[in-house]
């Protein structure tokens, strides 16, 4: 026997498949791993490494990012060094490590502007947004999701150089390429933008009352309960939808009438598109015990204005007002950054990929990458490990 598994999926026989479950968006509030002893006992050449077992929607690592950044914002380099950082990605699900790849993808645009307010611009915060939380998402947005596909095809394919500070091993290429081409093919026929939304929303209304409601979004989490929409921002509302924005508006002043909810419900179903990154067709289980659904059991008002909070939130009138400032801090702390930090990817199982680096001979850093790294540099040992709570 040359390979004994780490890790067994299923609990029991009748339920055991070949494909790991797919966690799509987190429960858990986002934490960053550095802290004050860490920044300040470390010397300045060091670089400080980070592990993340089970990446899920990255929301550790994305926290992590933006508190490094904002450190180095408000001290001197005499202050606090310029170092290195690494991350590495651990993730048994390639889905995931697909959707973290489309997400920094939209980052990295993001990164080489400073025009955060232009049209353009936010299209792709936007995008960034209804991919992050939304099960169905407009037009513009779902064509800037499918060209972030494409484009992370045509770079996994080798027709596309990779962002200097990612790092994909070629070991991970074909998983990865297979969960992208899914997401384009076959899973927004499967899950229409109906299907998608009435779904949503049954499972919003089991939870729609554990959390309150974030400043702005009282009218907009309703809605969300009665038709399946997070508002686009305002000013695509006037260019693209003006049919949409009335109907809004109706809506606000009807105090969420039922019968302008099923309006804006046709409307969706007819207009907008499925957040295809949220479903997983690979993933299997008998129907006897459970249906083959995608996972939109999160509240996405307690996900990007709580558990996701950007301190540049002020005044908000509407749930993209949080996923503007979230994203923007986000894409600065990657643009300071540039050059002094890495995210690796690893599609594997986290208990064997430890032993691999413990002795020196993990299997995906010996496949090579698919950029020009100098991976006799990649640490075998971390400042900071970060489990996921996903079992």
């Given at each position: 026997?040359?390979?004994?598994?780490?890790?067994?999926?299923?609990?029991?026989?009748?339920?055991?498949?070949?494909?790991?479950?797919?966690?799509?968006?987190?429960?858990?509030?986002?934490?960053?791993?550095?802290?004050?002893?860490?920044?300040f006992m470390s010397g300045p050449k060091e670089t400080l490494s980070f592990l993340f077992g089970g990446i899920g929607d990255a929301r550790h690592l994305y926290a992590t990012l933006t508190s490094i950044a904002e450190a180095e914002y408000s001290l001197s380099i005499d202050e606090l060094p310029r170092r290195r950082w690494h991350f590495t990605c651990v993730e048994l699900k390639a889905k995931s490590l697909a959707r973290l790849l489309v997400i920094l993808l939209l980052l990295h645009r993001l990164s080489l502007t400073n025009k955060f307010?232009?049209?353009?611009?936010?299209?792709?915060?936007?995008?960034?947004?209804?991919?992050?939380?939304?099960?169905?998402?407009?037009?513009?947005a779902y064509e800037q999701l499918q060209e972030t596909i494409s484009y992370a095809l045509?770079?996994?394919?080798?027709?596309?150089?990779?962002?200097?500070?990612?790092?994909i091993y070629e070991q991970d290429r074909q998983a990865l390429i297979t969960a992208l081409e899914s997401w384009q093919n076959d899973t927004a026929d499967a899950w229409p933008t109906s299907r998608m939304r009435a779904l949503a929303m049954e499972e919003f209304n089991s939870i729609q009352d554990r959390h309150p409601t974030p400043d702005g979004c009282q009218v907009e989490k309703r809605c969300y309960l009665n038709a399946g929409l997070l508002y686009p921002p305002?000013?695509?509302?006037?260019?693209?939808?003006?049919?949409?924005?009335?109907?809004?508006?109706?809506?606000?002043?009807s105090d969420g009438s039922k019968k302008v909810a099923s309006a804006i419900c046709k409307y969706i179903d007819v207009?907008?598109?499925?957040?295809?990154?949220?479903?997983?067709?690979?993933?299997?289980?008998?129907?006897?015990?459970?249906?083959?659904?995608?996972?939109?059991?999160h509240d996405p008002f307690q996900v990007m204005a709580r558990q996701l909070e950007s301190p540049n939130t002020s005044?908000?009138?509407?749930?993209?007002?949080?996923?503007?400032?979230?994203?923007?801090?986000?894409a600065k702390a990657i643009s300071h950054l540039?050059?002094?930090?890495?995210?690796?990817?690893?599609?594997?199982?986290?208990?064997?990929?430890?032993?691999?680096?413990?002795?020196g001979n993990a299997d995906h850093r010996e496949s090579g990458s698919l950029s020009a790294l100098n991976l006799n540099k990649y640490p075998r040992r971390f400042d900071r490990i970060h489990l996921s709570n996903i079992p």
């Open positions: 026997m040359t390979y004994q598994p780490f890790y067994t999926l299923g609990i029991a026989n009748n339920l055991r498949q070949d494909f790991p479950e797919y966690y799509n968006v987190g429960h858990d509030d986002a934490t960053p791993q550095v802290d004050v002893p860490l920044i307010s232009s049209g353009k611009t936010q299209r792709i915060i936007a995008t960034a947004f209804y991919a992050f939380v939304a099960p169905v998402m407009p037009p513009y045509r770079m996994l394919e080798g027709y596309e150089d990779v962002p200097e500070w990612i790092c305002l000013k695509f509302l006037d260019q693209d939808e003006p049919h949409l924005k009335a109907l809004i508006a109706t809506y606000r002043q207009k907008w598109r499925p957040n295809v990154t949220l479903a997983d067709l690979e993933y299997q289980l008998p129907s006897l015990y459970f249906e083959n659904k995608p996972n939109i059991t005044h908000p009138k509407q749930l993209y007002d949080y996923a503007f400032g979230f994203f923007t801090n986000l540039t050059g002094r930090f890495v995210i690796e990817f690893i599609n594997s199982e986290l208990t064997k990929t430890m032993e691999q680096l413990r002795y």
